[in-house]
């Protein structure tokens, strides 16, 4: 008696998990999560968006990094601010005002000055720990302020990728999206081609707020 044997799956039939997003300008992300292949992305807004304005607004003024300033709102469902960080390390700090007051020649860290890559290297400064980074701070700041950040949405300017530490601390505190500024992997990476020499990155920095 002849046995029925059901057809193995085909190679089409296991491909259809969804291509790994890159961003608008066609770059690939360092980081990211896991989620992507149930549908995860980042979304762009214009420079102008006001939330994203904000965030600019909080780096250029609370950041403690010279030149790669960055900055977080946080937005709930009624579109309300309800928590704001900069890049600030208290570390970092410390060593630009001893810069300042002429009590060491180099205000770099030990992490910067040995040249580590974007998200590498942490392990050589306390200061440059993403706990430092905008978007845990406008997490923690929200939390101070007694606001639940539970399907809030983070506005991120100044950056082109958030590192895991930070979209860890995002889905643990709720946070489903995340917005970064259309044209930020140009503008904000210092590697793309546009940029080696961290010129627009400089320019978007020193613009006034
Ligand atoms: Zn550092
Ligand atoms: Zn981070």
Redesign the pocket.
Known sequence: MEKYLPSSPTESESEDSPERPTTPGGSEYPYLPEQWKEGWKYEYVPLDNPFMTEARRVAKTESSDRKQQ?GSVLVNANGEIIGRGA?FSPLHAELRAKFERGEIDDERCERVKAGSPT?TGYELCEGCS?KY????TAIRNAEELGNDTHGASLYLWG?WW??????D?AEAAGIGQVYLVEDSDRLFNKTHPDNLDGSLLKQEVEAPV
């Open positions: 960055t890049n998200g993403s980074h905008s978007e845990p950056h958030c590192c895991k530490d930070c979209l601390a």
